[in-house]
């Protein structure tokens, strides 16, 4: 396991804040802090009154926790990283925190910091909802800065390629329109309170096995139209301020001293004018990084080799490897985000939170990205007047798994269920006090009885003599390692089966990363996919079932049947011995994704000409969904616009997530490129118009160097899914050549 080494936080806790007191000498002017000015004008004019001391302060963070025996710097908060405040020139110290689902300080034991926890992004992207995700991102970046911190290490978008990959659970999904659209909007509300978020990790850091060194091999053109385009969506709708550049190699070249990546693609071509940090440890040299494009080094002390954003840095600027100029750039980009943001103007400082506020906002979450996968003859929504109803496995009595590894969120009650192997990193094993048990209970009319699941036949004996079931099974995976098979731990399968067996009024929750091997589907009537739920996971999941709010969630996923679907069948060295899954072999060096290519997902399924367990873009709901004809016009600059109607067919009210996809002149494949996300009562009709801008429709050429749409006849797709089309039109468009900042 390579990780970094984890220690207890001794720091207490102090804030930052703006320094009004000089160093030494008299107080600058400090004409940046005129907010008339532009970020860039005023990160210019800091950069100008600085000294070549306090630039190279900005370029490292020190780990914000103590460690290895170190006690933690003084600017730490019990967090990921920090840098001191620069008072001489009234900035603040800079306070990084994880992550993407909340405030995550998972070593911060002697403030025992809690916060609110978001649901996974996998949830939040099944919702189809950027407004979910928008006030997912800006509740935990209201909680980060009422606790003092400017820099919320959020905005995971790694595609997923593979359903074992151990942070699944952390980014968007395996499209890169839908995860790009939806981490972006997360971004977007982070930054709204004034906290820079970073979106990670850049690029094509899909696996964790091997991952500080592993080599993800793939083509150009490929990247830039999958995992590359993720993250150039994602850009453009948030404007994170940092993009952190990942552990592994991609073609041959370390993440963040790789100068295409940096410098060409994301500098150059995307016009990024944020600041590129480093993950921590993901630090391999000086002069050959900041050359690249690398503007800070995070936690180098703790994590790198060597600071080599100190003293190796100096002496490259000093024999002139490295321009006095890139060091200026590196430090304005830094400030220049800081004062984007307003992080200089509203600082970061501790403030009440309302923390059953933000769990409405999880809970909302959780239910609208909850994706009901199954529901044979209407078993569900289950009715209040049941005699009794059986609740069983994955310790439903107590709370809701979550995730683990850097991003792992204390809730408010801490751990339901401490004690769990692995308790060290990437543990502790969490579960958030939100119990299904309790939730059900409230909800029914008779009883609810729980069974741990332990005991088999107990379960089945309870299951039997009860009006309905429900099987609670959980898949716990975090950073730092990728689940060797799809099967569930232990066994949670043959509970199911036993289970449904006694009752064929089965509903299965899954509390899980993504994807797992479900043998028992055939026999169960229902199956929702609850992913990790946040900390309201419980409400949310008994409201589902009961029908107090409809589920709407549509995979953000293709579900395989099996690991033998996959472009890689097997990951080498994958696995955790600490939960039972001994590593099978040693981590390719190497990872192939030039298999796929761009086909990733569902477009390998498509490529294959093979069906998936449940296709990409699915989920159904309590009601049903009738579609209008589909018209489509163009213009003369390629944009698209596609409108239909829809229609509430059923009885009860409902959300629907009506998708187009397109195939491109010659492809068999297709590529989403719009949806809409809307509410419907029983018999209303809406009709959806959808703008769909020129490069949706484009490939990347690379001669060319940039978006290309070709002359030609698209076949525009209304579906409910990748696999279920309802609706067919045809379009011709124009040559033309898209910027690739429309999405
Ligand atoms: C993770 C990052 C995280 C950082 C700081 C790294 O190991 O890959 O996602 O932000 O640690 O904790």
């Given at each position: 396991?390579s990780r970094?080494?984890?220690r207890?936080?001794a720091?207490a806790?102090?804030?930052?804040?703006?320094?009004?007191a000089?160093?030494?000498?008299?107080?600058?002017?400090?004409?940046?802090?005129n907010?008339s000015?532009?970020?860039?004008?005023?990160?210019?004019?800091?950069?100008?009154?600085?000294s070549?001391?306090?630039?190279?302060?900005?370029?490292?963070?020190?780990y914000?926790?103590?460690?290895?025996?170190?006690?933690?710097?003084a600017?730490?908060?019990?967090?990921?990283?920090?840098?001191?405040?620069?008072?001489r020139?009234?900035l603040?110290?800079?306070?990084?925190t994880?992550?993407?689902?909340?405030?995550?300080?998972?070593?911060?034991?002697?403030s025992?910091?809690?916060?609110?926890?978001?649901?996974s992004?996998?949830?939040?992207?099944?919702?189809?909802?950027p407004?979910?995700?928008?006030?997912?991102?800006?509740?935990?970046?209201r909680?980060?800065?009422?606790?003092?911190?400017?820099?919320?290490?959020?905005?995971g978008?790694?595609?997923?390629?593979?359903?074992?990959?151990?942070r699944?659970?952390?980014?968007?999904?395996?499209d890169p329109?839908?995860?790009?659209?939806?981490?972006?909007?997360?971004?977007?509300?982070?930054?709204s309170?004034?906290?820079?978020?970073?979106?990670?990790?850049?690029?094509?850091?899909?696996?964790e096995?091997?991952?500080?060194?592993?080599?993800a091999?793939?083509?150009?053109?490929?990247?830039?139209?999958?995992?590359?385009?993720a993250?150039?969506?994602?850009?453009?709708?948030?404007?994170?301020?940092?993009?952190?550049?990942a552990?592994?190699?991609?073609?041959?070249?370390?993440?963040?001293?790789n100068?295409?990546?940096?410098?060409?693609?994301?500098?150059?071509?995307?016009?990024?004018?944020?600041?590129?940090?480093?993950?921590?440890?993901?630090?391999?040299?000086a002069?050959?990084?900041?050359?690249?494009?690398?503007?800070?080094?995070?936690?180098?002390?703790t994590f790198d080799?060597?600071?080599?954003?100190?003293?190796?840095?100096?002496?490259?600027?000093?024999?002139?490897?490295?321009?006095?100029?890139?060091l200026?750039?590196?430090?304005?980009r830094?400030?220049?985000?800081?004062f984007?943001?307003?992080?200089?103007?509203?600082?970061?400082k501790?403030?009440?939170?309302d923390?059953?506020a933000?769990?409405k906002?999880?809970?909302?979450a959780?239910e609208?990205?909850?994706?009901?996968?199954?529901?044979?003859?209407?078993l569900l929504?289950?009715?209040?007047?049941?005699a009794?109803?059986?609740?069983?496995g994955?310790?439903?009595?107590?709370?809701?798994?979550?995730?683990?590894?850097?991003?792992?969120?204390?809730?408010?009650?801490g751990n339901?269920v401490?004690?769990?192997?692995?308790?060290?990193?990437?543990?502790?094993?969490?579960?958030h006090?939100?119990a299904?048990l309790?939730?059900?209970?409230?909800?029914?009319g008779?009883?609810?009885?729980?069974?741990?699941?332990?005991d088999i036949?107990?379960?089945a004996?309870?299951?039997?003599?009860?009006?309905?079931?429900?099987?609670?099974?959980q898949q716990?995976?975090?950073?730092?390692?990728?689940?060797?098979?799809?099967?569930?731990?232990?066994?949670?399968?043959?509970?199911v089966?036993?289970?449904?067996?006694a009752?064929?009024?089965?509903?299965?929750?899954?509390?899980?990363?993504?994807?797992v091997?479900m043998p028992?589907?055939a026999?169960?009537?229902?199956v929702?996919?609850?992913?990790?739920p946040?900390?309201a996971?419980?409400?949310a999941?008994?409201?589902?079932?009961?029908g107090?709010?409809a589920?709407?969630g549509?995979?953000?996923?293709?579900?395989?049947?099996?690991a033998?679907q996959?472009?890689?069948?097997a990951?080498a060295g994958?696995?955790?011995?600490?939960?039972?899954l001994?590593?099978?072999g040693q981590?390719?060096?190497?990872?192939?994704?030039?298999i796929?290519?761009?086909?990733?997902g569902?477009?390998?399924?498509?490529?294959?000409?093979?069906?998936?367990?449940?296709?990409?873009?699915?989920?159904l709901g309590?009601t049903?969904?009738g579609?209008?004809p589909?018209?489509?016009?163009?213009?003369?600059?390629?944009?698209?616009?596609?409108?239909?109607?829809?229609?509430?067919?059923g009885?009860?009210?409902?959300?629907?997530?009506?998708?187009l996809?397109?195939?491109?002149p010659?492809?068999?494949?297709?590529?989403?490129?719009g949806?809409?996300?809307?509410?419907l009562?029983p018999?209303?009709?809406?009709?959806?118009?959808?703008?769909?801008p020129?490069?949706?429709?484009?490939?990347?050429?690379?001669?060319?160097?940039?978006?290309r749409?070709?002359?030609?006849?698209?076949r525009?797709?209304l579906?409910?899914?990748?696999?279920?089309?309802?609706q067919?039109?045809e379009?011709?468009?124009?040559?033309?050549?898209p910027a690739?900042?429309?999405?």
């Amino acid at each position: 396991m390579s990780r970094r080494p984890r220690r207890l936080s001794a720091c207490a806790f102090a804030l930052a804040v703006v320094a009004t007191a000089t160093a030494a000498g008299e107080p600058p002017a400090r004409p940046w802090m005129n907010t008339s000015l532009s970020p860039d004008a005023r990160a210019a004019l800091v950069v100008q009154a600085m000294s070549q001391d306090e630039k190279f302060q900005l370029i490292t963070t020190a780990y914000g926790s103590a460690s290895d025996g170190k006690p933690a710097p003084a600017c730490a908060l019990g967090s990921a990283a920090c840098a001191p405040a620069l008072s001489r020139l009234g900035l603040p110290a800079l306070q990084e925190t994880d992550a993407g689902l909340g405030v995550a300080r998972p070593l911060n034991a002697h403030s025992r910091d809690v916060a609110t926890a978001l649901p996974s992004g996998l949830a939040t992207a099944a919702s189809w909802d950027p407004a979910v995700a928008e006030a997912g991102g800006a509740m935990i970046g209201r909680e980060a800065h009422r606790k003092g911190f400017n820099v919320l290490l959020a905005g995971g978008v790694n595609l997923l390629r593979d359903p074992r990959n151990g942070r699944n659970f952390e980014y968007a999904g395996e499209d890169p329109l839908l995860a790009g659209v939806m981490a972006g909007h997360a971004v977007r509300g982070i930054q709204s309170q004034h906290v820079v978020s970073t979106l990670k990790h850049y690029a094509v850091n899909d696996l964790e096995t091997g991952r500080n060194t592993m080599n993800a091999k793939l083509d150009r053109v490929a990247a830039r139209e999958s995992d590359l385009r993720a993250f150039e969506i994602a850009l453009g709708i948030g404007a994170p301020g940092s993009v952190m550049c990942a552990y592994n190699r991609v073609n041959g070249t370390y993440a963040c001293e790789n100068a295409w990546l940096l410098d060409q693609v994301l500098k150059r071509d995307w016009g990024y004018q944020g600041f590129v940090m480093s993950d921590w440890g993901a630090v391999h040299s000086a002069a050959k990084s900041a050359l690249a494009g690398l503007d800070q080094e995070s936690a180098g002390e703790t994590f790198d080799p060597q600071v080599f954003f100190a003293a190796p840095l100096r002496e490259a600027i000093a024999k002139g490897e490295v321009p006095q100029a890139r060091l200026d750039d590196m430090v304005r980009r830094i400030l220049r985000s800081l004062f984007a943001v307003g992080a200089i103007d509203h600082p970061a400082k501790a403030a009440p939170i309302d923390y059953a506020a933000d769990a409405k906002v999880s809970q909302h979450a959780a239910e609208a990205g909850a994706v009901l996968l199954r529901n044979q003859d209407n078993l569900l929504p289950l009715a209040r007047t049941l005699a009794s109803v059986a609740v069983i496995g994955a310790h439903a009595d107590r709370g809701v798994l979550a995730g683990g590894g850097s991003s792992a969120v204390t809730a408010q009650g801490g751990n339901a269920v401490p004690g769990l192997a692995p308790t060290v990193w990437p543990g502790p094993v969490m579960y958030h006090p939100s119990a299904p048990l309790a939730a059900i209970a409230r909800r029914v009319g008779g009883k609810a009885s729980y069974a741990s699941g332990e005991d088999i036949a107990a379960a089945a004996k309870l299951a039997a003599s009860s009006a309905v079931a429900v099987v609670f099974v959980q898949q716990w995976a975090a950073e730092s390692f990728d689940r060797p098979s799809m099967a569930l731990n232990g066994h949670q399968d043959a509970l199911v089966a036993a289970v449904a067996k006694a009752n064929p009024r089965t509903v299965v929750v899954l509390e899980n990363n993504g994807p797992v091997a479900m043998p028992w589907l055939a026999q169960t009537a229902a199956v929702l996919e609850a992913w990790y739920p946040g900390n309201a996971g419980g409400e949310a999941i008994a409201r589902l079932l009961f029908g107090e709010v409809a589920p709407s969630g549509r995979l953000p996923l293709s579900w395989p049947r099996d690991a033998s679907q996959l472009p890689r069948p097997a990951i080498a060295g994958a696995g955790l011995a600490a939960i039972g899954l001994p590593p099978q072999g040693q981590p390719a060096d190497t990872v192939d994704y030039d298999i796929e290519g761009a086909d990733v997902g569902y477009r390998w399924f498509q490529r294959r000409g093979s069906e998936p367990l449940f296709p990409f873009g699915y989920g159904l709901g309590y009601t049903t969904f009738g579609y209008g004809p589909l018209t489509v016009t163009t213009d003369a600059a390629g944009a698209v616009t596609a409108s239909f109607a829809v229609t509430n067919t059923g009885s009860r009210a409902g959300a629907d997530v009506p998708q187009l996809y397109v195939q491109l002149p010659g492809e068999q494949v297709s590529r989403l490129v719009g949806w809409q996300k809307l509410a419907l009562r029983p018999g209303e009709t809406k009709r959806v118009r959808l703008a769909l801008p020129a490069v949706r429709f484009a490939r990347y050429d690379d001669r060319g160097h940039g978006w290309r749409v070709a002359a030609g006849t698209y076949r525009l797709l209304l579906g409910r899914s990748s696999a279920q089309i309802e609706q067919r039109a045809e379009l011709r468009l124009p040559a033309v050549f898209p910027a690739g900042a429309q999405r």
